[in-house]
């Protein structure tokens, strides 16, 4: 029978819809009912991994460290992962977080930059962790490119490298075409993180399966940026429905999703009309939220800011061109005007 | 250092190297390029310098140490050579303008602190970033205190060689520190991102200042910054003030506070690396102008040029 791994990323991913607004107990409650209905990794960081609170991502209420302390406290079997952008993040964090109880360091580029995650690779690998290479906005590259960055993260000492669909911009036949150069190209496992932005998710993930994908990534009630992510819950349904494999009990985590997540998210990420451009013009995700606050307080519509960034070809962790763009689209407007 | 002129030498001839060169070559002010050494004896950068008739050895560092009339080096090699070298210099009894991250002299920003390490003989010129950034921190901060100033850098991947790629970290770290000791913020944050588009784009800074105090004086801000960026803009022609100071408020964990924004662009001379490359054009256009100060300096020239 299939088996496949899934990791929940409510706790990172959903820290970009959360605003990065998690308290401590809401974190533990997650955790712990994440926990118990079998899944077996949990990933808790910031949206934007370690040390991603900031002016440019959005400050977290909570230290993410004491977050990931709250998690790990409250895990009978799950191992707790955090994210770590380079560039972002340094192996200071590092440090700290598997101080307080990161087991699984998931360790991600843009897909065309993997090799300045080496360091942080071989760290994480001296400190006896679990590696993931996280290669973010991968629809921007054809397979053979990805597969060359995949080997580098490889070399580095990576467990397993995922296909990271940052802007939910993939359809399924690509998710899968791209899972498939990896399995055939790499010695290591290979995973799929799906956004929801064009309503493809599920049918990415599955797609990803069917091309030999050993990880697939999911937040419950889809709670992440832009349209959200595949939802754990319906994951575990469908793959339960396929006999696929994952250790999950689908009816424990429908009820996590019910009355553990969905009253305390701001709102349900869904294909609105802002997640629909991100998907379809090939966008960071998380830029959803900042372009809606840069689209009131410079009063336009956010499709406009999004298409441009789309346009200028704005990587992950690139929210400040979304201000700079904004201004800039305010001044043309006043030219326009006057 | 006999006549209007003091001797200097480069260390390093990759890159960087080349491209301060011909900042020298084109510019030297009080300076003579008398030497560039490498230790590769087939490298472009020595015969460029032979091109250009200026000495060239792949003797490493060695020969422009036995020069005694050499009193300024540029070391463009690595934070490891470095380390090595500024030991040798000092005992040589010459200046050594460090390019590295190896930090052996205090952290210089020449709009900044300049004059204040001109006795000192080996000062370090951080990353790019801070070249870049330090001096809107300080802009700011000399108005008004700084609880926090933060920077995001980006970079088009073509102008990150392989030094800046395997050590990520070094530069949040140091440039971290530099807008915290030199730009005056009780913390600082960086934030480096490689971008691969095609055509390259030229390096872009943001820098978000919160200030200490709830009311800002913006008119001092926008006085004090556009002062400073007409300064940089002497010794790095590309740099430019995109948008801003734009000010704003944001919740923070200092509780809800002003915040202001500069969106920067830092376009190269093309002296030898491409336009785009901002990032490193900044650093050879911070050394040669630090370099000039120093030659001033023990020229006695009057001019105060910081």
Known sequence: ???????????????????????????????????????????VTHGDGLAGSSIQYGFSRTPEMDLISEAAGVCEQARIAALLLPGVGTVEQ???????????????????????????????????????????????????????????????????????????AMLPGEAGAKVEAFKENLGTQVGFHAHNNLGVAIGNSLAALEAGADQLDGSLRGLGAGAGNAPTELLAAVLDKMGVETGLDAFELMDAAEYTIAPIMPFQPMTDR?????????????????????????????????????????????????????????KEKEGAAS | MSGDRVRVAIVGSGNIGADLMYKLLKEPGHMELAMVAGIEPESEGLKR??????EATHEGIQPVLDDPEIKIVFDATSAKAHVRHAKLL????????DL???????????????????????????????????PMAYAVSRVTPLRYAEMVSTVASLSAGPGTRQNIDEFTFTTARGLEEIGGAEQGKAIIILNPADPPLIMRNTVYIVPEDDEIDEDAITDSVEGVVAEIQQYVPGYQLKNGPTFDERNTPWGEKPLVMMFLEVEGAGDFLPKYAGNLDIMTASARRVGEVFARHLLGVEEVVA
């Not at chain 1, 959903?14 to 209905?37: K, P």
């Not at chain 1, 998907?279 to 959803?288: K, R």
């Not at chain 1, 689209?295 to 400040?320: F, S, T």
Request: charged share 25%.
């Open chain 1, 94 to 168: 590092l440090k700290e977080a598997v101080e307080r109880g990161v087991r699984v360091l998931r360790i991600a580029t843009h897909c065309t930059e993997a090799d300045i995650s080496q360091e942080h690779f071989e760290m994480a690998k001296e400190m006896e962790l679990e590696t993931v290479g996280f290669l973010m906005m991968a629809h921007m590259r054809p397979p053979e490119e990805l597969v060359e960055q995949a080997q580098l993260m490889e070399s580095y000492g990576a467990d397993c490298v995922y296909i990271v669909d940052s802007a939910g």
């Open chain 1, 274 to 330: 802002d997640s629909i451009i991100i998907g379809y013009a090939g966008v960071y995700s998380t830029f959803l939220l900042h372009a809606k606050r840069a689209a009131e307080r410079y009063e336009m519509d956010p499709r406009e800011i999004l298409v441009e960034l789309g346009r200028r070809e704005a990587v992950a962790g690139q929210e400040d061109w979304i201000i700079d763009v904004a201004l800039e689209l305010a």
């Open chain 2, 100 to 134: 590295t991250p190896a930090a052996r002299g205090p952290y210089v920003v020449p709009t900044a602190n300049l004059t204040e390490h001109l006795d000192e003989d080996n000062v370090n010129l951080m990353t790019c970033g801070a070249q870049a950034t330090v």
């Open chain 2, 90 to 97: 000092k005992e040589a009894g010459k200046i050594a303008v």
């Open chain 2, 49 to 54: 310098a032979r091109d250009e008739g200026v």
């Open chain 1, 1 to 43: 029978m299939t088996a496949v791994r899934i990791t929940d990323t409510s706790l990172r991913d959903g820290s970009h819809a959360m605003s990065h607004q998690f308290a401590a107990e809401q974190v533990r409650d997650v955790a712990r009912a994440l926990d118990e209905a079998g899944v077996p990794v949990i990933e």
